[in-house]
């Protein structure tokens, strides 16, 4: 079902068949993870500023948006303790993981690590230093288990494969369970995806929205905030008027599926018959 693929910057991603579609950026899986994630979570400042940072990394996949921001934190030396959660549904990648992890700029995670390299689900504990890391891989169906998770967390790392592929993963009710997770924490959704009814989603649960830096040949990523942003953070820019505006015709209408149950096609169907009416309503 899968296959290597080196990106442009050197490291590996997979190519699933049954998708279509690479887990990661062809201009670099581990430039993709650093500017759509790592870079505009802040995470590495506020663990420096609270000594403690939680994460969700939702279809968590090769592990790459955790492993950069784990070797960022080691390679700038930071104290404190890091809690993640990983959910993903595939066990064969999972397997993977350690394929991923011999590249040289993980170098300084894979001594870390040492022999215990996270390879199956469960349960990892590691520390250099006075960094604590737990990693806990969960084996779950994404919309099953976000409405169950009781934790509080900083971050949200959304990596599903892309709305067209999914749009399951991709629904304002499973934004409105991530909401409820980061509300406590002021929190912060990371996404690769700039789509309309990504966005659209997003804010109509209830998250400020902005966009992040483009990597290859993409316009950018997704930040979602639950508190507006300061205009100088790093790689978080506003969206433009001409992408406002999108959010509020017919390309922002989000997936919906209340019920974490529906069929894909059924969600589809929903969407396209919500964006009709909404052009019939217009027309009036």
């Not at 420096?48 to 960022?72: H, I, M, P, R, W």
């Not at 030396?77 to 993977?96: C, K, Y």
């Amino acid at each position: 079902m899968t296959e290597f693929i080196t990106t442009e910057d050197g490291s590996l991603t997979l190519f699933n068949v049954e998708a279509g579609e690479l887990y990661h950026n062809s201009a670099g899986a581990y430039t993709e993870s650093y500017e759509n994630y790592v870079v505009p979570s802040n995470g590495l400042g506020k663990l420096k500023e609270t000594q403690e940072l939680t994460l969700l990394d939702a279809c968590f996949g090769l592990g790459y948006n955790t492993f950069v921001l784990l070797q960022s934190a080691i390679a700038d030396g930071i104290s404190g303790e890091i809690r993640v959660t990983g959910v993903e549904l595939d066990p064969e990648i999972i397997t993977l993981v350690p394929e991923v992890l011999r590249i040289e700029r993980f170098a300084e995670l894979r001594s870390v690590f040492g022999v215990n390299l996270p390879n199956k689900f469960g349960h990892f504990s590691y520390q250099h230093g006075k960094l604590v890391i737990s990693l806990e891989l969960i084996h779950a169906d994404l919309r099953t288990t976000a409405p169950k998770l009781t934790e509080r967390f900083d971050l949200v790392f959304h990596d599903a494969f892309s709305p067209r592929k999914v749009p399951e993963l991709w629904t304002v009710d499973l934004f409105a369970e991530y909401y409820r997770l980061l509300e406590l924490s002021q929190g912060v959704i990371l996404t690769y995806s700039s789509a309309g009814a990504v966005r659209g989603g997003l804010v109509e649960a209830r998250f400020n929205v902005y966009k992040t830096t483009g990597v290859g040949r993409k316009s950018g990523g997704t930040l979602a905030a639950i508190a507006p942003l300061p205009l100088d953070r790093p790689g978080v820019y506003k969206l433009s008027a001409e992408e406002q505006m999108k959010l509020s015709g017919r390309s922002g209408v989000p997936y919906r599926d209340s019920g974490f149950l529906a069929p894909r096609e059924a969600i589809v169907e929903r969407r396209a018959a919500e964006q009709s009416n909404q052009t019939l309503v217009i027309s009036d």
